[in-house]
């Protein structure tokens, strides 16, 4: 769909606008992903071609990049697809010009284990309504969505916008309607334990920021930009925090010599760290946050799992998101502790072998609670 802006040089009829939005689900050329990260917190633009850019390339993710590397927020873009210009940092989306609710359904837990967001910005349900596709069902399928979201990455902050406006009246008309169900459907999430949240996003709009009736002008995206970068920075950790201390490096055990390490480098949620050689690798090199995170690969911390406070309790990475189960004291006595639980990064069974699983245990003063960091 990228391939074919040239469609939308002008403002358009809303019959047109409709045509292209279903001719274009069949020819749609994509460019896949080129894996661009700046080690940030990764976010998933996820919608149709609003989130894509046809109008302008890169949509409102340009202006929102620009946002987070002004508030000095590091951020990894994350998707199947890559498109925008050059002033937009990272180029990954999923962002799927003329698909509706169902097509993203259909493909979205495959998206979702492959690139592991911590954050989901979701702006989707105008094809359904371009096409006329059983309309008055369409908050039933966003629902059903969410709830395939939530239950891939149940840790994940997943932001659900309201679509933005349409310039053909008896249209937008079917957009309110749509839009007045969102708010529900999000509050019927929240009240089940999901971290969804509302983003009013029809409002920030009029139509006279609309380039072809359906898709924003410069200006209008980069009001999409601020309405979203706004609503990330209402949730702690869903952009994680500005600027870090400490820089990166390696946690060493004083018993054991040995590197704080993520097995085999991956990159897996809950993997549970352990002792190894030290290295120097990505996988060994651990940044103390001012928020008091300790991360791993730029965007995942080290995690009392499953914010257990007891003994035993396993300690492994997990997406930066903020919580007190994340947050670590370096103390002067070369002990490390748990915000939450007050207990010890601790060598289990005082091991000082590679392999060695760390967990959290109750202070004791032992050398295999000692750490220092290089």
């Known amino acids: ?139 039933a399928r966003l629902s059903a969505l969410i709830d395939h979201i939530t239950a891939t990455v149940p840790n994940a902050e997943v932001f659900v916008a309201q679509i933005i406006p349409l310039a053909n009246s008896g249209q937008n008309s079917e957009v309110r309607t749509y839009n007045a169900a969102i708010p529900g459907i999000v509050s019927s999430k929240t009240s089940a334990g999901k971290h969804v949240h509302l983003v009013d996003m029809y409002d920030a709009l009029t139509t006279s920021d609309l380039a072809d009736g359906v898709h924003p002008t410069a200006g209008g995206y980069d009001k999409m930009a601020a309405v979203w970068y706004s609503a990330l920075l209402s949730v702690s950790g869903s952009i994680g925090q500005p600027g870090s201390t400490g820089g990166g490096g390696a946690i060493v055990g004083a018993g054991s010599g040995r590197c704080v390490d993520v097995p085999g480098s991956t990159q897996t949620l809950g993997t549970q760290v352990q002792l190894w050689d030290c290295t120097g690798a990505t996988n060994q090199q651990w940044t103390a946050t001012s928020a008091g995170e300790l991360r791993v690969y730029g965007s995942d911390c080290l995690d009392a799992y499953g914010k257990g406070t007891t003994p035993g309790t396993k300690v492994a990475i997990w997406s930066c998101n903020g919580q007190t189960n994340q947050q670590w004291r370096l103390n002067a006595d070369g002990s490390i502790t748990g915000v939450q639980s007050g207990l010890c990064l601790d060598a289990t069974g005082a091991g000082t072998a590679n392999g060695t699983l760390l967990e959290l245990w109750t202070c004791n003063g032992q050398s295999n609670q000692k750490w220092t960091k290089s």
């Not at 292209?20 to 069949?26: D, H, I, K, M, W």
């Open 1 to 139: 769909m990228r391939r074919q802006k040239r469609l939308f040089g002008a403002i358009v009829s809303a019959a047109t606008a409709l045509a292209l939005a279903v001719g274009l689900v069949t020819t749609t050329g994509v460019q896949t992903a080129a894996a661009e990260s700046n080690g940030g917190v990764k976010v998933m633009p996820l919608g149709d071609s609003i989130t894509d850019g046809i109008t302008v390339p890169g949509a409102y993710r340009t202006g929102l990049w620009q946002r987070f590397v002004a508030g000095g927020y590091k951020v990894d873009f994350v998707g199947s697809l890559s498109s925008g210009p050059a002033t937009l940092g990272d180029h990954d989306h999923e962002g799927h010009s003329g698909w509706r609710i169902d097509q993203i359904d259909a493909n979205v837990v495959g998206w979702l284990n492959t690139y592991q967001p911590h954050t989901v910005l979701l702006h989707i349900g105008t094809n359904d309504i371009l096409q006329n596709y059983n309309v008055a069902n369409a908050p």
